[in-house]
């Protein structure tokens, strides 16, 4: 199963783009990108998906670069709700157990 | 419409005690998934369902964890004799079918914590 990277922590200005980068370097073809958060206390929080092209959808936009070994997620106007870990993580096909590991913790500050 | 969602939100019992967590679906969802999630770490799978298939109970930790689900509806994991290393939120999942491209929707957890 391909293995993701993403930095520990970020922080971000309320108002501005929060952009979360992942690694997938060992990806393959059919495999998916999706990208969860958890707002404390709370379970996981679908947020988007992609596999070749670039995604948005009224939370976030996904940027996946050609090669398809890293991904971005873009939050266009952080606000203090969306200080989260959020958790990229790739499917391979026929592959149902999500594994998520510890994800980016990003903090929005006022 | 309604989420996924889990009864109790919080659970604390003694060590040795049986607890039974359970797992209300998205309604149509007919695959249901079982995580835990320790303090400070990531999901570790445990079971899921799909119909009336036989299901995936590869990452249940050991014989004192169980699951039933009945048809496409509720859920219930159950765990018996627990130890303090069970301690954890317990997190359950639906999806419209079993694929891989189909979204798990996470309900709220249950918080268990064994003295």
């Known amino acids: 199963d391909a293995k993701t990277t993403q930095p520990p922590s970020m922080d971000c200005a309320e108002g501005r783009a929060a952009n979360l980068p992942c690694n997938h370097s060992t990806i393959s073809g059919n495999e998916y990108v999706y990208w969860y958060r958890q707002i404390h206390s709370q379970g996981p929080q679908y947020i988007i998906h992609g596999l070749k092209n670039n995604e948005t959808n009224e939370m976030a936009s996904l940027i996946i670069t050609e090669d398809r070994k890293s991904s971005t997620l873009i939050l266009p106007h952080a606000t203090l709700r969306d200080t989260a870990v959020y958790y990229c993580?790739?499917?391979?096909?026929?592959?149902?157990?999500?594994?998520f590991g510890t994800g980016t913790r990003l903090k929005v500050l006022a | 419409g309604a989420g996924v969602s889990q009864s109790p939100s919080n659970k604390v019992t003694e060590k040795g005690k049986d607890v039974e967590l359970r797992c209300d679906p998205i309604s149509g969802h007919t695959a249901l998934y079982w995580y835990r999630q320790r303090l400070g770490q990531g999901l570790e799978f445990l079971i899921y369902?799909?119909?009336?298939?036989?299901?995936?109970k590869s990452g249940l930790p050991s014989d004192r964890f169980s699951a039933e689900r009945t048809g496409e509806s509720v859920s219930t994991l159950t765990i018996q004799r627990t130890q303090q290393e069970d301690s954890a939120v317990y997190l359950c999942?639906?999806?419209?079918?079993?694929?891989?491209?189909?979204?798990?929707?996470f309900g709220p957890g249950t918080r268990l914590t064994v003295l």
């Open positions: 993580i790739v499917i391979p096909p026929g592959t149902y157990k999500y594994i």
């Open positions: 999942a639906s999806s419209r079918r079993l694929a891989s491209t189909d979204t798990q929707y």
């Open positions: 369902f799909q119909g009336n298939s036989a299901p995936d």
